[in-house]
């Protein structure tokens, strides 16, 4: 059900200490209507590499995501918040993901009892570590996520963290990834011992973007992705 009366406040994210002479990030976190009832479920949302939170496909299933009545969070990254497009370190990443996360629980009363984390490309990345490590989630939802170098399947595969999962994982990827080739993905996810989902965009790249010839829109593409995550983190709640 969509809640039309759902409102977005701007928040600002301390960091540890300051990347770039940034001392805080800033994000979106949106309410839903009549929050905390119901079944309380939080979100946090990472941006890729190179991008922001204003990333259309970011702030499009953030949104969508608030109006189906989750506590969804979206953030910038320090190097985002800096203007600038090379990332950060990943203990920086992780870190900054930590406190965007903590955000969700400023206020006790109003804290979710239930949590996802995911992100698209690197936010997909940094998600994954982040709950393979000491942050508790009830799943992680990983988009586009870069399992390899670009082009090179058995080349520099970024899956150990997805061994330490102990959370169920969604990987929404597109059949034209080229950090993603889905036979290495395949297997894989026979070595990861966590439920684990695969949901496939035809023709879409690392950041589920398809080609003008495929005919469809990029809010069709992005409607997609968000049914995606919703069904599958309703599923794994047994809504």
């Known amino acids: 059900m969509v809640e039309p009366s759902a409102r977005f406040q701007e928040v600002q994210i301390p960091l540890d200490e300051p990347v770039d002479g940034v001392a805080a990030v800033s994000g979106v976190l949106g309410v839903p209507e009549w929050w905390p009832t119901g079944s309380r479920v939080g979100v946090v949302l990472a941006h890729a590499s190179g991008r922001s939170m204003q990333e259309p496909l970011v702030e499009g299933i953030q949104r969508g995501l608030t109006e189906r009545k989750y506590l969804a969070l979206r953030f910038n990254f320090p190097f985002a918040e800096a203007g600038k497009s090379r990332a950060d370190a990943m203990p920086v990443l992780e870190s900054a993901f930590r406190h965007a996360v903590a955000v969700l629980s400023r206020d006790p009363s109003a ?3 239930h949590l996802f984390v995911g992100g698209i490309g690197l936010g997909a990345q940094v998600a994954v570590r982040a709950a393979a490590t000491r942050l508790r989630v009830d799943g992680v939802f990983a988009l586009g996520y870069p399992l390899h170098a670009r082009d090179e399947p058995t ?3 970024r899956a150990e963290p997805l061994y330490r999962l102990v959370a169920p994982i969604l990987f929404v990827q597109g059949s034209r990834d080229r ?3 889905l036979e290495a993905l395949h297997r894989t996810l026979t070595r990861v011992g966590v439920p684990k989902t695969l949901h496939v965009i035809p023709e879409a790249d690392n ?3 398809v080609p003008r010839r495929s005919g469809r ?3 069709d593409v992005h409607r997609e992705v968000l049914e995606a995550v919703d069904i599958w983190m309703r599923s794994v709640l047994g809504a």
């Open 217 to 219: 829109p990029a809010e």
């Open 155 to 157: 080349k520099h595969v």
């Open 207 to 209: 950041m589920l973007a």
């Open 111 to 113: 804290s979710p009892a």
């Open 179 to 181: 950090n993603c080739d």
